[in-house]
């Protein structure tokens, strides 16, 4: 039973932890708290049902081009909307918002209400101990492992991840030293919603696709940054890693709602012991 919940609740960790690095990120680079990144991740899964599904493309591919086309439309986005509202919280927040509304009425209008699903690419189970492991949540866990190696090795070999990690630890002095800030702030945006429509996209088979899918991921994202702390990338993996364990526990022993109600009880418990959350830097 214990070996159970630990792989359940690792399998789900991972797929916070690529929702929740977008999140924070943007927050981190531009201090944009964006509202509409579940609705990205939401992108993600209806190219996979539209590609995958209707037209039988490769699971991964049509994964590989729900996260570019989740990218694409928030460089578009970014560069529309929020590239004025950078550092403006609340404004940013607003606008957000209101793309998130615009993105959840469009796939409203343009697929309906109904839920939809995509056939499930790999079938069967193996065991790891005593625990049973689906393989297409084995798949998936492979999948967000083969996206945080990436994301990692763009942050620390490439010439615009150090761009985007100056200009999240010190905006001024790296302007001063050369550094872009517009192309780093399209580049973090668009990397953001990537990584959401990459989430979407591996999660679109496990379950079913609609214009309100994002909203529930969204929230999670939400409560792993607040755990790991806003604008920390350690935070996040921390953060999603603790969420899932904690959620495969008390979804096991009780319900999937005590394991919701428990997730914003961590919440409040952070905000009150350590604002800036488990990994964030505390304001002097």
């Known amino acids: 039973m214990i070996e159970q919940m630990i792989v359940n609740g690792l399998l789900a960790g991972l797929i916070y932890v690529i929702m929740a690095l ?18 990205f991740y939401m992108i993600g899964a209806v ?10 493309w490769p699971f991964f591919l049509a994964v590989l081009c729900g996260g570019l086309a989740a990218g694409l439309l928030g460089v578009v986005i970014e560069r529309a909307l929020f590239r004025r509202l950078v550092s403006e919280e609340m404004p940013s927040m607003i606008m957000s918002l209101a793309v998130a509304i615009i993105l959840q009425s469009t796939v409203l209008i343009v697929f309906g209400p109904a839920e939809q699903s995509v056939n499930r690419p790999f079938s069967g189970v193996w065991t790891l101990g005593r625990a049973v492991v689906p393989w297409d949540r084995t798949v998936v866990a492979l999948g967000a492992l083969v996206v945080l190696a990436g994301f990692y090795a763009f942050l620390k070999l490439s010439r615009l991840g150090l761009a985007m990690r100056a ?3 010190d905006p001024e002095t790296s302007s001063l030293m050369g550094v872009e800030a517009g192309l780093v702030y399209s580049a973090a945006f668009g990397m953001s919603c990537l990584l959401a429509g ?35 990338v350690p935070g996040a993996m921390l953060g999603g890693l603790l969420l ?4 495969s526990v008390l979804s096991t022993q009780f ?3 005590i394991a919701l109600i428990a997730s914003f009880l961590m919440v409040l418990l952070i905000v009150v012991v350590r604002p800036a959350g488990l990994m964030g830097r505390i304001a002097r």
């Open 22 to 39: 977008g999140f924070t990120m943007i927050f981190g680079i531009m201090r944009i708290v964006n509202f509409a990144h579940g609705e």
């Open 244 to 247: 899932g364990l904690s959620e």
């Open 167 to 169: 200009v999240a630890q």
């Open 255 to 257: 319900s999937s709602g």
């Open 47 to 56: 190219v996979v049902f539209i590609l995958a599904g209707s037209f039988g």
């Open 198 to 232: 990459l989430a979407g996209g591996l999660m679109a088979p496990i379950y079913t696709v609609g214009p309100y899918m994002g909203e529930l991921p969204m929230l999670k994202a939400f409560v792993v940054v607040i755990l790991g702390g806003l604008g920390s």
